[in-house]
């Protein structure tokens, strides 16, 4: 960020000293950053505090011209705040904007803020910064959706459903256990945004253009005061460094992956022929041309959104994949991909969250899908091997029962035990005890299986996650 050409209407830009002309206005245009970094003005002023702080401490300036541009900063950000202070969108960036406030406020104190440091560790603070504030929120809102998820589970431990795989019948499951499939997906999104923010909550502020700074900077002290857990070890890297921007991207692209997979079985689920599913009226939409229509438009637009979140990360990694150490201008196209994910992402999974909480589950349907697709054949197999005989040939067994009741045109409870014995003499009437879907899901009480007890564990450990969000 050394280079740029726009200066505002009353200060001169912040590199003028060099340039002896102006420069052209479309060239103003094509270079400004502020409508895409205002979004940072109170972690710039967070920063530009702490580094004043410091400043201060470390005896480079005057401790009352560090206490005075500490009170200008106070003043900006409450005015910010209240909005009685606009955004004035003719600076080039909000670094501009808030160090030329503050010396219309305070004068020549003023221009001291930026001593010891260039908008190239700045910028890279910043962001820092709104990523500290933005993640927190971002993983609330995931244990928020999964207390949601936790209460639908909690509902429905009982309530049978086709499991499926290559989206056909598998083995029955329950609602319950479905729902905590997409919990346990989130939780695996909140604990990588956690894991980030190790790698986020570290100070590049004092590696200055590239070459860090002549001046005697206590970089720890100014680190701490930030709440930062340490400070970066190369200046080259500190200021050329964007891993943080892909690494959040690329969780928050995993995020909306989720979303889009529990979409995708939204919209199928509230087909006529699924019918699982009936969404409120509130999170649907109608057709302009067919009356009858009740459209899931929230679950396809989130689903359609995903495309934005992986482009955003592909944008960071595309432009960063030729940099030359240090600092390139190419580097200012960071925020717009990296705002955008956070924005999607954010207002996905709000919406997501109303739009499943409001949901009603057709539980008969759910039940009724059971009866058909041979889900229990496996149960079959199990119920051969208990008896002792091998998995292998058991599965055989169970393949020539379902054979025989595709011929028949009935269901693998609906055969005689005689068409049972044609295909092993090891199997009797407790054969009809152990097939029906209800005995199947509540036989499956391995760890992290279906059956309502282990289920119920699964629920409870879910919702000894969530209490994150008290904590």
């Known amino acids: 960020m050394e280079h740029g050409t726009h200066t505002q209407d009353n200060h001169a830009a912040l590199w003028h000293g060099r340039f002896q002309e102006g420069p052209d206005a479309a060239a103003v245009e094509f270079e400004t950053s502020i409508h895409v970094d205002e979004r940072m ?3 710039d002023i967070r920063g530009s505090r702490a580094h004043a702080k410091m400043l201060g401490h470390a005896g480079i300036i005057p401790q009352n011209e560090a206490d ?23 600076a080039e960036d909000i670094h501009s904007f808030i160090e030329a406030t503050l010396t219309d406020r305070i004068g020549e104190p003023g221009k001291k803020v930026h001593t010891g440091r260039s908008r190239n560790d700045q910028i890279a603070l910043d962001e820092r910064l709104y990523l500290c504030r933005f993640i927190p929120d971002m993983q609330n809102r ?8 936790n209460e639908i589970a909690e509902n429905h431990t009982k309530d049978i459903m086709p499991g ?8 029955p499951v329950t609602l319950a256990h479905h729902v905590c499939a997409w919990s346990w997906m989130l939780t695996r999104d909140w604990n990588r945004l956690e894991d980030a923010l190790k790698r986020i909550r570290i100070s590049p502020i004092g590696a200055g253009a590239l070459a860090g700074s002549g001046l005697p900077l206590d970089r720890k002290y100014e680190a701490k005061e930030l709440g930062f857990d340490e400070i970066t070890m190369n200046s080259l890297d500190s200021v050329s460094d964007r891993d943080y921007c892909i690494e959040v991207t690329s969780a ?12 995708e079985e939204i919209v199928l689920w509230s087909t006529t022929e699924f019918a699982f599913v009936d969404l409120s009226e509130k999170w649907s939409t109608g057709s302009s041309i067919m009356p009858q229509k009740k459209n899931p438009d929230f679950a396809e637009l989130i689903r359609g959104r995903t495309g934005r979140v992986y482009g955003d990360q592909f944008a960071l990694l595309t432009m960063m994949k030729g940099l030359p150490l240090a600092y390139d201008r190419d580097m200012q196209e960071d925020k717009q991909p990296l705002f955008d994910a956070c924005d999607v992402v954010l207002s996905c999974l709000n919406v997501f969250t109303y739009m499943i909480s409001s949901a009603k589950w057709n539980l008969k349907a759910m039940s009724d899908a059971c009866q058909d697709g041979f889900l229990n054949a496996t149960d079959v197999a199990d119920y051969l091997v208990r008896k002792g005989m091998p998995f292998r040939t058991a599965h055989g067994v169970s393949a020539r029962s379902v054979r025989i009741a595709i011929e028949k045109n ?17 199997i009797e009437q407790d054969i009809f005890d152990i097939i029906p879907p209800a005995a199947c899901v509540n036989a499956r009480k391995t760890d992290g299986g279906p059956a309502e007890e282990k289920v119920k564990e699964q629920i409870a450990a879910l919702k000894e996650f969530a209490k994150k969000i008290k904590a």
């Open 142 to 149: 995931i244990l928020t959706l999964i207390s949601a998820l």
């Open 41 to 43: 003005a109170l972690d």
């Open 164 to 171: 499926y795989t290559h989206m056909q019948h598998a083995q």
């Open 252 to 263: 928050l692209s995993l995020i909306q992956m989720h979303l889009s997979r529990f979409c």
């Open 68 to 90: 005075a541009i500490i009170a200008g900063l106070d003043s900006i950000e409450k005015d910010l705040n209240e909005g009685t202070l606009k955004i004035d969108y003719s």
């Open 410 to 426: 009935c269901r693998l409870e609906e055969l005689s035990l005689e068409d049972f014995k044609t295909c092993s003499d090891l």
